[in-house]
């Protein structure tokens, strides 16, 4: 029997196993994903309180759609042979998928970087939450003042001061200024001092020191400079990405057996831009790669990849959020209008579980259509 493996159980390696299922249909045809943990991690939602809540039992998803998960993780992939070592075992494939997502980039000889904390990961968010449990008027630092980190900080702000630092000279350099003034402004409402171009260069017990020399409180540290794709990818490619991320074409082949989506993938959105390393991006790659690895071995006619418009939604915790459209990323919500739809958008990333049908339907909406600002519903964004 033919055999679809995948590595990788977040958002990408989930929903290359349910278009793969879609592709398969009635056929026979074994699908196997790899990842070592049980759950899917909804990685955007754990900068919040309780990252416990921010988990998706991965057999509620896999078993309903027959798709058999190995618990491993994968060291090597052995192109010529088609065949993963998986905790030592040999996996052989016939197709393969690499989702295996991206990695926080930690920094390199930083004195006292053991203390660091992060919320890259499910264990990482966990840890962060247990240091700072039924604390009050804490100290933090978040070093980096982009996406996660700007989530980061806001949220920690609920219970404590915090002090944002970054080497650009302004907040969000990669969002660009759309949303710079309601970024800024949030910050000056929940009063999160701000230190630009500059970095940390120790970090102590009870302490950090800064680029220029000062010393200032922490009682946590948070990182959240840079992602990078996993390491896996040097194993499929010679030719990576500024990210370490496999070239691909509209069909997200990278190789005559392999394909590649989610964090791993440095897949074209339109002629301008590449995909970015979120959900929305992974989600619809995951989708489109799993269903064309399936129908190549059915003599299926393979999907392109065709995103839909691109949006983000930025938490800002008690000063609300900012949801922005376009890649100029206009402001379309801010405040309470645009926590609304964070909300709703992070109900949304949630995978439907248990019912077959139902998991199958969704593989089948590649263009995903995300909740929007209500008063501008009659334009579409995904």
Request: proline share 5%; net charge negative.
């Amino acid at each position: 029997m033919a055999h679809v493996v995948i590595i990788g159980g977040g958002f990408a390696g989930v929903w290359s196993a349910a278009g793969a299922a879609l592709a398969r249909g009635d056929a026979d045809l074994r699908i196997t994903l790899i990842a070592p943990n049980e759950h899917l991690v909804l990685r955007p939602r754990l900068y919040e309180p309780d990252p416990d809540l921010a988990t998706v039992e991965l057999s509620r998803i896999l078993g309903p759609i027959d798709v058999e998960h190995v618990r491993a993780s994968v060291s090597t992939i052995d192109t010529d042979r088609r065949v993963v070592v998986a905790d030592g075992a040999e996996i052989g494939y016939d197709r393969l998928v690499l989702a295996a997502g991206s990695t926080l980039v930690q920094p390199q000889g930083l004195p006292g970087a053991e203390r660091l904390f992060d919320i890259d990961t499910l264990d990482g968010a966990r840890r962060l939450t247990d240091h700072l449990r039924d604390r009050e008027n804490y100290s933090a630092v978040v070093v980096g003042a982009g996406f996660v980190g700007l989530e980061a900080a806001t949220a920690l702000a609920a219970r404590g001061r915090v002090l944002l630092v970054d080497r650009s000279e302004v907040v969000g350099h990669q969002l660009g200024p759309g949303p710079r003034a309601e970024i800024e402004a949030a910050l000056d409402e929940l009063g999160i001092d701000r230190r630009l171009m500059t970095t940390v260069t120790e970090v102590g017990d009870g302490y950090a020191v800064l680029s220029d020399g000062t010393r200032v409180e922490a009682d946590a540290v948070v990182w959240s400079v840079g992602m990078r794709a996993s390491g896996l990818t040097r194993q499929i490619s010679d030719h990576l990405d500024h990210l370490g991320r496999v070239p691909v074409d509209n069909q997200l082949r990278a190789l005559p057996d392999v394909f590649v989506a989610g964090d791993t993938a440095a897949a074209a959105f339109d002629a301008e831009h590449t995909v970015m390393q979120a959900c929305q991006h992974a989600t619809p790659l995951g989708k489109v790669a799993g269903y064309n690895a399936a129908a190549e071995l059915l003599g299926v006619p393979l999907r392109d990849f065709t995103p839909g418009p691109y949006v983000t939604c930025l938490d800002l915790g008690a000063a609300g959020a900012i949801f922005t459209r376009g890649w100029d990323r206009r402001v379309m919500a801010s405040g309470a209008d645009g926590a609304a739809v964070k909300k709703r958008i992070n109900q949304h990333i949630h995978p439907p579980v248990d019912d077959a049908g139902t998991i199958l339907a969704a593989a089948d909406r590649v263009y995903l259509e995300l909740p929007f600002f209500p008063r501008d519903a009659g334009d579409a964004a995904a």
